[in-house]
C-alpha cells in the first residue's frame, strides 16, 4: 500500500476546539511549560497538544473525573455538559420527534419482548479509523448538527432530516443505555461521502457523535441523503459502550444501517440538488438491497414532517451487550478484510449497480470494496 497516499493512512485533521476555553473546560499546560504526558492521572492521547484538543473520549473522560466535585452530575449530564463547554450547533431534532418507541421508562419491558437491531457492514467509508481516515480523533466530532464540516465552512445542502435514536440496553433489562456514544455518518446529495469521495478529501460533513442521555436517546440534525447506484438510501451508525471505548473502532458493541422510505425519497428526489437520485432509486427495492434484503422491519425508518420543513423520525435502537457484535466494521471484497479506501480518478460507484447517470449522484471512486451485497459503496 503507497502510504503516501493520504486517504490510505490515518490522517491528522484540524482540532476544532468545541469544547471551549481551557480555564473553562480542563485546563491547559502554560505556554513556557514543556509537554506532559498526563492530566490528573490520565495519560494524554497527544502529550504535544493542549488539554482541551485530547479528543473527544478526554474529554468526555475529564468531565467524568469531576462528577464528585460538581456534586450534580449524573452519567446522563455528559452531554449537557458537553454542549454547555461547546461553541457548537444544538439539535432541533428532539421537538419534532417522537419519543422513540416508549422506552425511557427505566425498565418497563423484559429482554424478551424486544429483538437486537441487526448488525450491518460499516461499507467502505466509515471515517473511524477503521479504513484509513478517522474523523473520531477529531474533539470537534462530538456535536448534533452534522451539516457542516467540523474544521470549515463548508456544509452539506439538502432537505433537513432530524433524527432521534434511543439505545436500549436489553441484556440489563431493557433499560436506556445511557451514557452509550452513537458516532452517524452518511453520504451527501450527491452521493459523495466527505473524508473520501473525489473533491471532499479534506471535508468532515455529516459525520458525529453523541452521546446518550438519561432516556438513551441521542439527536442529530442532518441532511436527507441522496440515492446512489445500487444502495437504497440510508445512514450508517455504530454504538459504543461510553465515550472512552469509541477511540476504537473495534469498541462498538453495534454497527448498523437504517433505511429511509420511499415515499419521501420519491419526492426528494424531484429537487435539482439531488439530480440522478430517482433514476437509481427507481432501480432498486428494499428486497433487492444488497444490505436490507435480508430484513428491514426494525431498520426503516418512520418519517414525520414534509417536504418544504423538513423530515424528522424517531427509532429504537435495542442492543444485546452478551452477544458478539455482528457485521462489525468493514465489509470484504478485493482489498481484503476492512477493504481499501477509493483511489483516485477510477469513475463511479459501478460494481453490479452500474454506473450513476450523468450528471448524478455519487462518484465516489469504484475502487472501494464490495460489502458483499451486490455494489461496491455501502
Known amino acids: 500500500m503507497d502510504t503516501t497516499d493520504p486517504r490510505r493512512v490515518g490522517r491528522p485533521y484540524p482540532e476544532a476546539r468545541e469544547h471551549g476555553s481551557a480555564q473553562n473546560c480542563g485546563g491547559s499546560v502554560p505556554g513556557d511549560a514543556a509537554p506532559r504526558n498526563s492530566f490528573e492521572g490520565r495519560p ?7 488539554v482541551e484538543d485530547q479528543g473527544l473520549a478526554f474529554d468526555v473522560g475529564t468531565l467524568v473525573s469531576r462528577r464528585g466535585a460538581l456534586g450534580v452530575l449524573g452519567a446522563g449530564s455528559v452531554a449537557a455538559v458537553l454542549a454547555a463547554c461547546s461553541g457548537g450547533s444544538s439539535s432541533t431534532a428532539g421537538a419534532a420527534a417522537s419519543d422513540g418507541g416508549g422506552t425511557s421508562d427505566g425498565g418497563g419491558t423484559t429482554a424478551s419482548e424486544l429483538t437486537e437491531m441487526p448488525g450491518e457492514t460499516a461499507g467502505p467509508y466509515p471515517g473511524d479509523g477503521s479504513n484509513g481516515a478517522d474523523v473520531l480523533e477529531t474533539s470537534g466530532v462530538e456535536r448534533s448538527d452534522i451539516r457542516s464540516s467540523i474544521d470549515s465552512d463548508t456544509t ?5 432530516l432530524d433524527i432521534t435514536m434511543t439505545i436500549i440496553d436489553m441484556a440489563g433489562g431493557d433499560v436506556p443505555m445511557e451514557g ?29 457523535v453523541q452521546i446518550a442521555d438519561a432516556q438513551g436517546k441521542v439527536t442529530f440534525t442532518s441532511i436527507f441523503p441522496g440515492c446512489y447506484t445500487g444502495r437504497w438510501p440510508h445512514l450508517h451508525f455504530e454504538v459504543f459502550p ?3 471505548s469509541i477511540v476504537d473502532a473495534g469498541n462498538a458493541i453495534l454497527t448498523s444501517q437504517i433505511a429511509l422510505p420511499q415515499a419521501e425519497a420519491d419526492g426528494v428526489y424531484e429537487l435539482t440538488g439531488y439530480a440522478g437520485s430517482a433514476e437509481n432509486l427507481s432501480q432498486l427495492t428494499l428486497e433487492t438491497d444488497g444490505i436490507f434484503s435480508d430484513g428491514y422491519e426494525q431498520q426503516l425508518a418512520t418519517l414525520s414532517g414534509d417536504l418544504e420543513t423538513g423530515y424528522s423520525f424517531a427509532i429504537d435502537v435495542p442492543i444485546d451487550t452478551t452477544t458478539e ?8 471484497g478485493e482489498g481484503g478484510p ?5 483511489a483516485d480518478g477510477e469513475g463511479g460507484p459501478g460494481g453490479e449497480g452500474g454506473t450513476p ?5 455519487g462518484e465516489p471512486p469504484a475502487a472501494a470494496p464490495s460489502d458483499g451485497g451486490g455494489d461496491t459503496q455501502s
Open 44 to 50: 494524554l492521547h497527544h502529550p504535544a497538544e493542549d
Open 156 to 160: 452539506a445542502e439538502g432537505v433537513p
Open 180 to 208: 452509550a456514544a452513537v458516532y452517524l455518518w452518511q453520504c451527501d446529495a450527491a452521493g459523495q461521502y466527505s473524508m473520501y469521495s473525489e473533491g471532499v478529501e479534506e471535508e468532515t460533513y455529516l459525520r458525529g
Open 242 to 244: 461510553d465515550a472512552e
Open 325 to 332: 457484535p455482528e457485521a462489525g466494521g468493514m465489509g470484504g
Open 338 to 342: 476492512g477493504g481499501q479506501p477509493p
Open 357 to 361: 447517470p450523468e450528471g448524478g449522484p
